[in-house]
């Protein structure tokens, strides 16, 4: 044992073993001493209270340390220097946690540190990183318990693994680890190796470690707290704009990838990345499977799909996001091009999995191209691979992403961004798909539509048989010039169409006009005719063949069934005509106004069925699936805008785009005007514009008061509509008790496809069994719904009051035939009452016959417009006796309630009958 003095002298001789000496032993004291707050020093000479000062020193430089933002690895640097020094250790470690393809590991970010090393050299760079399993060694041992470890002698410890020793030729002997944990989650382990001086680390050195480690801890935290942060938002910007991007609106698929991938580029945190769109067709065209079953060519036996698709990239989008931002679209990609050589694209597509790779020029499982893939210079180091799965768990595409930013490999929050990202992706196939589908049946309706204009279309020939320009011209009439042209509207006006008022004896100024005389085809020049009478083919430079070619093909229009043809649509058409000028309505109007009113009331019914919108509903036909309300008056509308979006069928091609839109809107209030249903909305408002112009003396007035208000022009315009449907009733008594006979005729055809198709009894006025009721019908429906028509328009304009006679006159038949028909009926009821009384006792059963004469017309109005009208759907069932009457429930329509032509509901009774 040396004494006190010669420890001295020894101490003395040797200045760097005495430094040494306290550096470990003294400093530890003194720091344990400060770090549990009692520094206690006994010799105030001594070693000890220099240290503890120097101590204090180190401690302040890494408080400052911490505050410094930004460098997680220079702060980290800083503390293991600290540490090295002040427990001895030869070499101090940190490893990171993290997760990939769902497995945790750890990576060395920095190796080798001493008291002295440089920060850059002790740096881990991502590309060579040593990356182990949690499994493995005393530091994964660590991760995996979250406890620190003091092994003092590794080759007696069986976690251990010198699989990194192998890697790096270092010899470890002893070691102390530590784990930086944050809640319950591992972050990293800080490991210190080989005591200098010594076999191993001592109790104090572990303590004073463990102390120490408070501010990596602190370090730590900061930088994962910083990390997630950015992750969470990053998370939240890709699922906000993707999900937007994704479901803004119906498109194909790849202009939604496209949208959403380019929207999220920055928060991907990568340096380039790619989508390969994959082959959706799962058989192949039968010629292309005879090769293989003639055993010419070999079955396929590549990679497919989990749903058994070959795997066949027909597409490819590169995104480039570094430097100068590109993307590149390559359709029909080489298997050699550089995203798929590898085949990581193929195993995903064909495997589902999420491929989360480093470093992978040392890959040797998927062969990457290691130099630079194109001229950009671009060299793939990590990659990320994702399967895009749509809803029917169909992979439809294959997202690899490059290189993330910061170097490093992508980690398991990547993962989940980019997952969340391609899932939505996914989904937004399902958008793609029904985009495809409405596009497919949109081409569907055209070429449905082309097919039709093939049939309906005016051919060649038609044209001639009125222009006749081949013969007058020797050319068609595309090939007239200008003054053919002029010629031709000339002859048309003169000689082409026959005189106003002279068609076989009919005028067209008449509303009493027949069109029995006239044949059909002579009708189309009849329409031209009244055309040229209202000046507008001049006015709006209407070319005579197209004028032609569209009335011709509004004829073929017309289906030819028994009331609904085209003589019905003529009819119309020239009622308007007769209101416009005869009855002098077009005071009111424009021209224009005039020109689109006559040329929708000769479309009004075009492609009639012959049956009504309730049997449209009753037998789900594809048009009363497509419109909601209105059924056929809706299809009559595109019909007729379908002719006028053909140019050589427009009549109005050559107005301003604001004329054009205004037609259009116009065809929109006639036709859809002319059903029934919406005849009872109407009757109030148009009954009160007629009695607000009837005190007016001035005429000015008038017109003032309807043509300054677009409102009342187009309820007028509606009921004028309504007054040319109905028009029939007021024609002469010979032409109005055939085309009721017509009309009735086309009921009875429906009521027959009800009883055959619906298996459904119809209603008395279909039912071809109640004829002879007829005449108590059309008395009913006069009553109920044209009388209101023709009066008010008669108090409007004197000039219609022929309309009314008309109307009146036929009333007045139909009535007597009713009566004789009542007489019959009421010889057959005597008769059968004396039967009845003679059964009698066996229960009271109403009959039609109990009911008044005036209920009996009530009923009638009512099923007709029942049966007409099913969109107004409002009849209200009143059970009278044990039979359920229908009544409509006309409720708003002031003069509607009752049967005497609209005297404000005065009358239930039926003055005639
Ligand atoms: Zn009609």
């Not at 044992?1 to 530890?28: C, H, I």
């Not at 801890?217 to 969470?232: C, D, G, R, S």
């Not at 069925?609 to 699936?625: D, F, I, V």
Request: net charge negative; charged share 25%; proline share 4%.
């Amino acid at each position: 044992m040396a004494d006190k003095d010669s420890v001295e002298k020894y101490l003395e001789n040797n200045p760097q073993f005495a430094k040494e000496y306290f550096d470990k032993k003294v400093r530890a004291e003194a720091l344990t001493a400060a770090f549990s707050g009692t520094v206690d020093v006994k010799d105030t000479a001594s070693f000890k209270d220099v240290n503890a000062i120097q101590e204090a020193a180190i401690i302040f430089e890494l408080v400052q340390e911490l505050q410094k933002p930004g460098n997680m690895e220079q702060s980290m640097h800083k503390v293991l220097q600290r540490i090295a020094l002040i427990l001895q250790a030869d070499r101090m470690g940190f490893f990171m946690c993290r997760g990939r393809n769902g497995i945790p590991e750890l990576a060395t970010s920095l190796f080798d540190v001493t008291p002295t090393s440089k920060y850059e050299a002790n740096l881990v760079h991502p590309q060579s990183e040593i990356v182990f399993p949690l499994d493995i060694g005393i530091v994964g041992h660590t991760a995996t318990t979250k406890k620190p470890q003091n092994v003092p002698d590794v080759t007696k410890n069986p976690k251990f693994s010198d699989f990194v020793d192998k890697q790096t030729g270092y010899s470890t002997k002893c070691m102390l680890t530590f784990p930086l944990v944050a809640e319950k989650e591992c972050l990293g382990v800080i490991m210190a190796l080989n005591k200098i001086g010594a076999d191993a680390f001592t109790p104090e050195d572990e303590k004073l470690f463990h102390k120490y480690m408070n501010f990596a801890q602190v370090i730590m935290l900061q930088h994962y707290t910083a990390y997630m942060f950015n992750v969470e938002s990053r998370r939240s910007q890709v699922l906000l704009w993707s999900a937007s991007k994704v479901f803004e609106e119906l498109t194909d698929i790849e202009r939604q990838f496209h949208k959403a991938l380019y929207t999220v580029r920055i928060y991907l945190n990568c340096e380039r990345y790619s989508v390969g769109l994959l082959d959706m067709t799962k058989e192949k065209e039968f010629y292309d499977e005879w090769p293989v079953k003639l055993g010419d060519v070999e079955p396929y036996k590549g990679p497919k799909t989990p749903d058994g698709r070959e795997v066949i990239f027909y597409k490819i989008i590169d995104y480039l996001l570094e430097g100068k931002e590109e993307i590149k679209v390559i359709p029909g990609p080489p298997a050699d091009h550089w995203a798929l050589v590898s085949g990581l694209p193929t195993y995903v597509a064909e495997n589902g999995f999420i491929c989360n790779m480093m470093n992978v020029a040392a890959d040797d499982y998927f062969t990457f191209q290691k130099e630079a893939v194109d001229e950009t210079g671009f060299v793939i180091k990590n990659v990320l691979s994702l399967p895009i799965v749509n809803k029917k768990e169909e992979i439809v595409g294959i997202a690899t992403f490059f290189n993330r930013k910061d170097g490093k490999p992508f980690d398991e929050h990547d993962e989940q961004i980019t997952e969340a990202l391609t899932q939505f992706l996914g989904w937004s196939v399902l958008n793609c798909d029904t985009y495809d589908k409405l596009n497919r049946m949109e081409w569907r309706k055209d070429i449905a539509q082309e097919m039709l204009m093939y049939q309906s279309r005016c051919t060649k020939d038609e044209l001639q048989s009125i222009l006749n320009t081949n013969e007058k011209f020797g050319s068609e009439p595309e090939d007239c010039d200008q003054k053919e042209m002029y010629k031709l509207l000339e002859l048309f006006r003169k000689a082409t169409c026959p005189p106003a008022n002279d068609v076989h004896g009919e005028d067209l100024y008449l509303f009493s006009f027949s069109d029995f005389p006239v044949t059909e085809f002579e009708l189309i020049k009849c329409g031209i005719r009244m055309f040229f009478e209202l000046g507008v083919v001049e006015k709006f430079k209407v070319p005579a063949e197209t004028l032609t070619r569209w009335m011709y093909t509004v004829r073929k229009g017309y289906r030819a069934i028994t009331y609904h043809n085209w003589r019905h649509g003529f009819n119309v058409g020239h009622t308007m005509f007769c209101l416009l000028q005869t009855g002098r309505l077009r005071k009111y109007y424009t021209d224009l106004d005039a020109f689109a009113m006559v040329a929708a009331a000769f479309c009004h019914d075009i492609d009639h069925r012959g049956t009504n919108n309730l049997y449209q509903t009753k037998s789900a036909s594809p048009l009363a699936r497509l419109h909601g309300s209105s059924i056929l008056e809706r299809h009559h509308l595109e019909y007729s805008k379908t002719l006028m979006a053909e140019e050589s069928l427009n009549i109005f091609c050559n107005l301003q785009k604001r004329q054009f839109e205004n037609v259009q809107h116009l065809f929109d209030v006639c036709i859809i005007a002319t059903d029934l249903a919406l005849y009872f909305k109407k009757r109030t408002m148009f009954q009160n514009i007629v009695n607000a112009t009837e005190p007016m003396a001035e005429e000015k007035e008038a017109i003032a008061f309807v043509s300054n208000n677009p409102t009342r022009k187009e309820i007028i315009m509606a009921m004028m509509m309504t007054g040319c449907d109905l028009s029939a009733i007021t024609k002469p008594w010979e032409v109005q008790s055939k085309v009721a006979l017509m009309v009735a005729a086309e009921f009875w055809e429906q009521g027959d496809l009800e009883r055959s198709v619906l298996d459904q009894q119809p209603i008395p006025m279909m039912d071809r069994n109640c004829a002879e009721q007829l005449p108590k019908m059309q008395c009913g429906f006069i009553d109920f719904v044209c009388s209101f028509v023709y009066k008010e328009f008669s108090r409007f304009h004197k000039e219609i009051q022929p309309m009314f006679d008309g109307l009146n006159n036929n009333r007045s038949h139909w009535n007597e035939l009713a009566q004789v028909y009542e007489a019959k009926m009421k010889a057959i009821e005597e008769e059968k009452k004396k039967l009845e009384e003679a059964e009698a006792k066996k229960g009271k059963k109403y009959t039609a016959s109990h009911l008044s004469e005036a209920e009996k017309c009530m009923i009638v109005g009512a099923y007709f417009m029942i049966a007409s009208h099913v969109n107004s759907r409002r009849p209200i069932i009143v059970p009278c006796g044990t039979s359920p009457f229908f009544f409509f429930n006309l409720a708003g329509g002031g003069g509607g309630g009752g049967g005497g032509g609209g005297e404000g509901g005065k009358s239930k009774t039926c003055t005639i009958c």
